[in-house]
């Protein structure tokens, strides 16, 4: 519902919140079309249509600005509604991760599949699914990206257990447990899920039988517990930039930082950034 961005997001979905000029799902979808992703499927609520609209063909804009001669801008536009093919599908009651997975099965079907937690923005060069999919063609079995993160800010993930695997340096590791929200003192490690998943098909047969957990929602991460005994699940170290736009202080600086990335305002932005006196 995106309480933590009130009032922004009164009337808007936070995923339709711009961090410079695109808003923070264009990122994610990005991510998922750099990764190599062709079908990608929305899981949405009633209140959420703006997200299936902006990747959409809008005619009248289109034929607009073609007309005003704007041509850069019509470029941007059509890029976005040829990015993907859209389908997605309504989760009817906020019962969380899990369940929105779940409710994707008979599109999904038997195939292994990423999930892409929309708030979570990665900006990496090489993307940091593809880097996940490099894991999956090995290993052929699901993983978790994971990331250090501080004592203070462990029990806003779900945090691994790991152990080495042989052969492999400390970026791919085995996954033993997941233990969601933890606090500083529960928590098994620093390694907190950073929202991008490859999930094998077993993982639908693990959250059918998952029970509403932490908060009433559908966990992922207790359908993960379950995977654990019947597959091998893998984690992998992603160690580039990492921006959970759902929290107000990371929303800020990752519209700093890819503003100071940006050819049109990069040079400008910095030099006003140098000049605050602060
Ligand atoms: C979800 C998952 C959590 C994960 C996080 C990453 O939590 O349940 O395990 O670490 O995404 O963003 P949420 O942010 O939906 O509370």
Same mark, same amino acid.
């Given at each position: 519902?995106?309480?933590?961005?009130?009032?922004?997001?009164?009337?808007?979905?936070?995923?339709?919140?711009?961090? =410079?000029?695109?808003? +923070? !799902?264009?990122?994610?979808?990005?991510? #998922? %079309?750099?990764?190599?992703?062709?079908?990608?499927?929305? &899981?949405?609520?009633?209140?959420?249509?703006?997200?299936?609209?902006?990747?959409?063909?809008?005619?009248?804009?289109?034929?607009?600005?073609?007309?005003?001669?704007?041509?850069?801008?019509?470029?941007?536009?059509?890029?976005?509604?040829?990015?993907?093919?859209?389908?997605?599908?309504?989760?009817?009651?906020?019962?969380?991760?899990?369940?929105?997975?779940?409710?994707?099965?008979?599109?999904?079907?038997?195939?292994?599949?990423?999930?892409?937690?929309?708030?979570?923005?990665?900006?990496?060069?090489?993307?940091?699914?593809?880097?996940?999919?490099?894991?999956?063609?090995?290993?052929?079995?699901?993983?978790?990206?994971?990331?250090? =993160?501080?004592?203070? +800010? !462990?029990?806003?993930?779900?945090?691994? #257990? %790991?152990?080495?695997?042989?052969?492999?340096?400390?970026? &791919?590791?085995?996954?033993?447990?997941?233990?969601?929200?933890?606090?500083?003192?529960?928590?098994?490690?620093?390694?907190?899920?950073?929202?991008?998943?490859?999930?094998?098909?077993?993982?639908?047969?693990?959250?059918?039988?998952?029970?509403?957990?932490?908060?009433?929602?559908?966990?992922?991460?207790?359908?993960?517990?379950?995977?654990?005994?019947?597959?091998?699940?893998?984690?992998?170290?992603?160690?580039?930039?990492?921006?959970?736009?759902?929290?107000?202080?990371?929303?800020?600086?990752?519209?700093?930082?890819?503003?100071?990335?940006?050819?049109?305002?990069?040079?400008?932005?910095?030099?006003?950034?140098?000049?605050?006196?602060?």
């Amino acid at each position: 519902m995106g309480l933590r961005f009130l009032p922004a997001t009164k009337a808007i979905p936070k995923e339709m919140l711009p961090i =410079v000029d695109k808003p +923070a !799902i264009q990122y994610v979808v990005e991510e #998922a %079309v750099q990764s190599g992703f062709e079908d990608i499927i929305f &899981v949405t609520s009633r209140s959420k249509s703006e997200i299936e609209d902006h990747f959409d063909y809008d005619y009248r804009l289109e034929h607009t600005l073609r007309e005003q001669g704007k041509h850069d801008l019509l470029k941007v536009v059509q890029d976005i509604s040829q990015m993907i093919t859209i389908s997605s599908i309504r989760q009817k009651q906020p019962l969380g991760l899990g369940h929105a997975i779940l409710i994707t099965r008979s599109s999904i079907g038997e195939e292994p599949f990423g999930v892409f937690n929309a708030d979570e923005i990665t900006a990496d060069e090489i993307p940091c699914m593809k880097q996940l999919i490099g894991v999956y063609e090995k290993y052929r079995s699901s993983v978790v990206a994971v990331q250090e =993160v501080s004592q203070e +800010a !462990i029990s806003r993930y779900g945090v691994v #257990a %790991v152990e080495p695997v042989e052969g492999e340096d400390d970026r &791919v590791l085995l996954v033993k447990d997941v233990v969601e929200k933890p606090s500083p003192q529960k928590a098994p490690s620093n390694l907190a899920v950073i929202g991008r998943y490859i999930l094998t098909p077993t993982i639908f047969q693990c959250l059918k039988r998952t029970k509403l957990g932490a908060g009433g929602e559908i966990q992922l991460t207790d359908a993960l517990r379950s995977l654990i005994e019947e597959e091998p699940v893998y984690a992998y170290r992603y160690e580039g930039p990492r921006y959970d736009a759902g929290n107000k202080l990371e929303y800020l600086i990752a519209t700093v930082e890819f503003a100071l990335q940006r050819e049109d305002l990069g040079e400008e932005f910095r030099r006003y950034l140098k000049n605050l006196k602060l």
